[in-house]
């Protein structure tokens, strides 16, 4: 069985421009997550989707990211524009649903991440 | 607030030491605690996890870690090391209904023939 798998591993853009990236959890998996670790810090939550609605958005930074998981499969997480501080690595992790959708069963498999540079 | 710490940034030990990884955290209910661990060119991969009972729980790869309430610990162990366990480890806590987990910093470990 395929785990979660990021797409790209590696962008680096220059400030002002965007990019997309994307995540393709485990199939089944309806709980998707967004981590991102800025270099030196800890893993910090972005989102959660259960399946296409967004359960939990409180971690995105701002305005300029924007995440989608559109028919519940896979999902993609955009910066625009992206800034200097936006640079770290972006994990993708995705978790069975129990009854009742947002329980889970305590283990996130998370992707490889794609790392970010701007430049 | 929630948070996680890893005092150490970086270990260094010698193949075949023991090996003590460290991790307090602040919770404001019962938490699940996890370890993860990521190698190079990998993915976080879930070593072991705590949600209740035996405080002493074993994960993959001959890890152990010791949950201990009293001291908001959870503390990650192996007896011998061996040079593939040279990676960066990280400490997580989450709620046991949600979504949020929150990692600490990471522990980066180098091991030395």
């Known amino acids: 069985e395929a785990g979660v798998t990021q797409f790209p591993s590696h962008s680096v853009i220059e400030k002002g421009q965007t990019v997309t990236l994307r995540c393709d959890p485990i199939?089944?998996?309806?709980?998707l997550y967004w981590y991102r670790r800025v270099m030196g810090k800890e893993i910090k939550f972005l989102l959660h989707?259960?399946?296409?609605?967004?359960?939990?958005e409180s971690g995105m930074p701002n305005n300029r990211f924007l995440a989608e998981r559109t028919g519940g499969t896979y999902s993609t997480l955009k910066v625009q524009p992206a800034e200097l501080e936006d640079s770290g690595v972006y994990f993708c992790?995705?978790?069975?649903?129990?009854?009742?959708?947002?329980?889970?069963?305590?283990?996130?498999?998370f992707g490889e991440g794609s790392r970010l540079t701007v430049l | 607030a929630q948070s996680v710490t890893q005092p150490d940034i970086h270990i260094t030990v010698s193949e075949g030491a023991s090996l003590e990884l460290r991790c307090n955290y602040s919770?404001?209910?019962?938490?699940?605690l996890f370890w993860y661990v990521q190698s190079p060119g990998q993915g976080l991969q879930l070593l072991l996890k705590?949600?209740?009972?035996?405080?002493l729980v074993q994960g993959i790869k001959g890890f152990e870690a010791e949950f201990k309430r009293s001291q908001s610990s959870f503390n990650l162990r192996k007896p011998s090391v061996h040079w593939s366990d040279a990676a960066e480890y990280f400490c997580?806590?989450?709620?046991?209904?949600?979504?949020?987990?929150?990692f600490g910093t990471g522990t980066s470990l180098t091991v030395i023939p």
């Open positions: 992790a995705s978790s069975q649903a129990l009854a009742g959708g947002i329980r889970y069963t305590g283990e996130l498999f």
């Open positions: 199939s089944g998996h309806d709980n």
């Open positions: 989707f259960v399946k296409e609605s967004k359960q939990d």
């Open positions: 919770y404001g209910a019962t938490p699940y």
């Open positions: 705590y949600f209740s009972g035996d405080t």
């Open positions: 997580a806590v989450g709620a046991r209904i949600g979504n949020q987990f929150y």
